[in-house]
């Protein structure tokens, strides 16, 4: 089981957005500024998208954005396009104890 | 642009040690805290330690008994032992480093532990 929790699976059409949330607690996502968020197609590595809550890295398309409310992190893809159907990974900071901590995951599917 | 390559031994019996090495391409590896993460097939992603320069070195806590961390600047190469293996450590194991967040990831090995 994941620390942070992210829905298994979400879908839209091309042109669509949609949103990805990641829900952890006080001690991680609402206590620091470290949330980043990762794509990943099948068999690859993961590609950071996002970084300190909500910077994108140069490269990184901004159709691509993200905010954060209290525990919640969440990852916006605007404009959907086929090659965006990949799993999204939230992670966060949470302290000189634990570090890291990662999501389960999401599917995101472009039907 | 800086790659990381892991590599090790695939296939692994319970209780054995897996070990390791991310190999770094440019001479940045006295820079940064580099990290491993696994991905068991069709699952979530795990933070298993990082390690900095001098050896300086954290761990999950719920790994922290079995790993070790080590780094050899010489030959810009990163290693992890992680031992008493079982099925719950096959995954897909990934070097990565941390700058603002995992910026660059190798391209991962896959462990099996099986008898």
């Known amino acids: 089981q994941s620390a942070l929790t992210q829905p298994a699976s979400v879908s839209g059409s091309p042109g669509q957005s949609i949103t990805i949330s990641c829900t952890g607690t006080s001690r991680d996502v609402g206590n620091y500024n470290l949330v980043s968020w990762y794509q990943q197609y099948p068999g690859k590595a993961p590609k950071l998208l996002i970084y300190?809550?909500?910077k994108r890295p140069s490269g990184v398309s901004n159709r691509f954005s993200a905010s954060k409310s209290g525990n919640t992190a969440s990852l916006t893809i605007s404009g959907l396009q086929a090659d965006d159907e990949a799993d999204y990974f939230c992670c966060s900071y949470a302290g000189s104890r634990t570090f890291w901590v990662f999501g389960g995951g999401t599917r995101l599917t472009v039907l | 642009q800086v790659q990381l390559q892991e590599s090790g031994p695939g296939l692994l019996k319970p209780s054995e040690t897996l070990s390791l090495t991310c190999t770094v391409s440019?001479?940045?590896?006295?820079?940064?805290?580099w990290n491993w993460i696994r991905q068991p097939a069709g699952k979530g992603l795990e933070w298993i330690g990082r390690i900095f320069a001098f050896g300086s070195t954290n761990y999950n806590p719920s790994l922290k008994s079995r790993v070790t961390m080590s780094l050899d600047t010489s030959k810009n190469q990163v290693s992890l032992k992680l031992t008493s293996v079982t099925a719950a450590d096959t995954a897909v194991y990934y070097c990565?480093?941390?700058?603002?967040?995992?910026?660059?990831w190798g391209q991962g090995t896959m462990v099996t532990v099986s008898s």
């Open positions: 300190d809550d909500l």
């Open positions: 440019d001479g940045s590896i006295s820079k940064y805290y």
């Open positions: 990565a480093r941390i700058d603002d967040a995992f910026d660059m």
